[in-house]
C-alpha cells in the first residue's frame, strides 16, 4: 500500500534472496508496476558519519605521544555532525593567564577574535597574556582555553572542542581569559582574585556594561583551605 507520503516499503523473507538477488527484485518490480513506480531503491540502514577536522595532532594515530585520546574517547566527532561551537557562546577561563597570541587562539585579543576580551587581577591590565616575573610562560590556562576553543579545520595544532570551522569561517565559541594568578604554578593564587575573576565573569549588566556575561567559566584548580 502507498501510503500519504507516496511510497511503499516491501519487506522479503531471506529465502527470497537466495532465488534471486537484490537487483533482480528490483527490476521485476519496475516493470510489473511501471504504472505507478518511479523508483526502487533498497531500505539501506543509515548511520551518522562523524566530522573530521584537519587539524594535524587530530590525524595522530594512537601510540602517538600526541594522540588526542581524551577528544576521541568522548565521542567528539559524532557531536561536530551537529555543532561546532557558535560565537555567541563565551567561556571564562580563570586561571594564570591566557596566552591571546598564540596562531590556534587566534592571535590576538578584541572584539570579533577568537579571544574577545579580558582582564589580569594579578597584573592589574587588560593583558592577561603576560608572563610571571620569573619568566614564566601562562602554559595552563592557554592550554584549557585551546581545549575548550582552539580553532578547528585549520591544519595546525589542536581542534578545541568548540573550535568552529575555519573552512566555514566559523570562529566557534568565544574566550575571555581572566589572570589570577602570576603563572607559577599557582603559588600566587588567591581567594580575593578569584571571586573578583568569577562575579565580573558570570555578570550582565548590558545597562552599565559591567561585566563579561560569559555562559561557561572553567576554573582547573583547588586550594585545601575553606571557610
Not at 11 to 37: G, M, S, W, Y
Not at 195 to 209: H, L, S, V, Y
Amino acid at each position: 500500500r502507498i501510503d500519504d507520503y507516496n511510497y511503499m516499503v516491501l519487506h522479503f523473507a531471506k529465502e527470497q534472496f537466495r532465488e534471486k538477488p537484490l537487483h533482480d527484485l528490483a527490476i521485476e518490480l519496475t516493470v510489473l508496476f511501471q504504472d505507478v513506480i518511479e523508483l526502487v531503491e533498497p531500505n539501506y540502514y543509515m548511520h551518522i558519519t562523524g566530522w573530521d577536522p584537519d587539524d594535524q595532532a587530530w590525524n595522530y594515530h594512537p601510540g602517538h605521544s600526541k594522540y588526542l585520546w581524551n577528544l576521541r574517547n568522548i565521542g567528539i566527532s559524532d557531536v561536530w555532525n551537529h555543532t561546532t561551537g557558535r560565537y555567541d557562546v563565551k567561556i571564562g577561563i580563570i586561571d594564570m593567564g591566557v596566552d591571546f597570541h598564540h596562531p590556534d587562539l587566534g592571535g590576538g585579543v578584541g572584539p570579533g577574535m577568537k579571544v574577545s576580551g579580558g582582564w589580569s587581577w594579578t597584573f592589574g591590565t587588560s593583558d592577561f597574556s603576560q608572563s610571571s616575573t620569573t619568566g614564566e610562560y601562562p602554559w595552563h590556562g592557554t592550554e584549557i582555553a585551546g581545549i575548550a576553543s582552539a580553532h578547528s579545520n585549520n591544519v595546525q595544532d589542536i581542534p578545541g572542542i568548540a573550535g568552529g570551522d575555519a573552512l566555514q569561517n566559523n570562529p566557534g565559541v568565544q574566550i575571555t581569559g581572566f589572570q589570577v594568578s602570576e603563572p607559577d604554578h599557582f603559588t600566587s593564587l588567591t581567594l580575593q582574585h578569584v571571586i573578583a575573576a568569577t562575579r565580573e565573569a558570570a555578570a550582565c549588566n548590558k545597562a552599565t556594561g559591567y561585566g563579561y556575561c560569559c555562559h561557561f567559566i572553567n576554573a582547573s584548580w583547588g586550594y585545601d583551605q575553606y571557610t
